[in-house]
């Protein structure tokens, strides 16, 4: 084990984002956003009562 | 690349007949059940040792129980050490380790971290209130609380790891920061559901929002981070997934168990790994101060943000330990006095949560880059969900839920009986705190940072960190737990 495999990758190509990365970032951000604003609303509507 | 991180983060994925995961689940069920012998009247782990803050460190130490009161601190001490030296290295030897190194190691190991526990316990260090300054017949002190002693315990780790190499390298065998954190949040798990027994609702409160932590981690944290280091670094995907999912989710284990999904080199997420230590040490010596500062009226908040802030499960749960007694020492000065064991549940219930996803994140794009991105004959398959599941927390799930029945659904004499119990298993629990401190101390070796190639993989965690995944992780707990908080201490 060594550092040459970082070396060595940070000498590559750049790879391009491909299509199904662009879904895949796109889509995983859309959804937690969504999901955290149902969260944040179930979380306001029914409030903690201690 | 440090030999040290390398073998203990190869150690988190060991395909032996018995893996760290559940080594760590036979350890800590055993402390529990042990401690559970107590209840029927019999005390089996009353001679643990347990240190109280002092100014006469001949008075530091004693057994947990009166009733071993004659074994002294020292010998107290010395049961303890050999107690965990015997399980341990049974528990060593199962995993293929070289036993007579480790005991060797772990001995040294167990005394230099214990001795900075007590140098923690000092007055001058842990006293906090007035009233305790003035009991100890001090007039200032550090304030650190006694859970200082594993602030101590990180620094002697790193004085070894960063200018004493070669002892670092020699003590190895026995630096196993996963499988002592394993082993305390098994144990955890107990101390929780004796703290959630007495407010219920508010424990499923907790629990719920446990829910948005895994939304944050894998949604939201991975893809933008992914986007980084793919877009404005130029990084492979081959990096990119291992170096997302480490800065994201849970460190380690994440970097790992998604690096295998995507087919990547071993190495690759194993040198993500050593960074991902290094940026956690830096998390546990600033964060639990600025939420001291900041979020003493929020604890809750300041023990989410931990959860979702601080990666690797023994920096994130250890922050929340640390976390806890500077807030409640704090409140404390200003006259509130919480339950204790309220932030340190809400760290781990967060991080437990995250953890219990990676499997089935590592699945996802395990299946993305072996059917669309590298097709390839190894394609993903459902197996590996349970195969990447980190199972300790199975262990957690068991010891809490056999807990929470004990407390709520048996006869009062057991549930009166039952915290004293944990209490006897919560020593453990601290003990293996402090060895995941020092552990996770000399395996930061900072010098890396300067080593070729290293410089950009750290720039994309420092923009990530420090830019992004500290502040929505502050922002989602406040939303989340803002206006909760622990109950006050009867």
Partial sequence: ?50 | MSDIAVRSAEGAVAKGSLTEDWLAVVIGVLVFALALFSLGGTDLLGWAVSTSVYTDVSTALAPIAKGYAALGGLGALLATYASLLVVLTAGVAALGGDVKRFVLAFSVVFAIAYASWIVGSYAYVAAVTPAEQQKFGISWSLKLTNEGGFIVALASGLVIGNFFPRLAEWLKEAIRPELYIKVAIVILGATIAVTAAGRLNLASAVLLRGVAAIVEAYLIYWSVVYFVARKWFGFSREWSVPLASGISICGVAAAIATGGAIRARPSVPILVSSLVVVFAVVEILILPFLAQTFLWQEPLVAGAWMGLAIKTDGAAVAGGGITESLIMAKAAAEGIKYQSGWILATTATVKVFIDIFIGIWAFILGYIWTNHITPRADKAKVSEIWERFPKFILGFVVVFGISLWLATGTTPEIAKALPAAAGEANVFRVIFFILTFFSIGVLSDFRKLWQDGFAKLAAVYVVSLFGFVIWVGLLISWLFFSGIKPPLAS
């Fill in chain 1, 1 to 50: 084990m060594s550092t040459n495999d970082l070396k060595t990758e940070q000498g590559n190509a750049v790879e391009p984002l491909l299509p199904i990365e662009k879904k895949l970032i796109g889509y995983s951000l859309g959804l937690g956003i969504v999901l955290l604003v149902i969260l944040v609303t179930i979380n306001h509507l029914f409030p903690l009562k201690l």
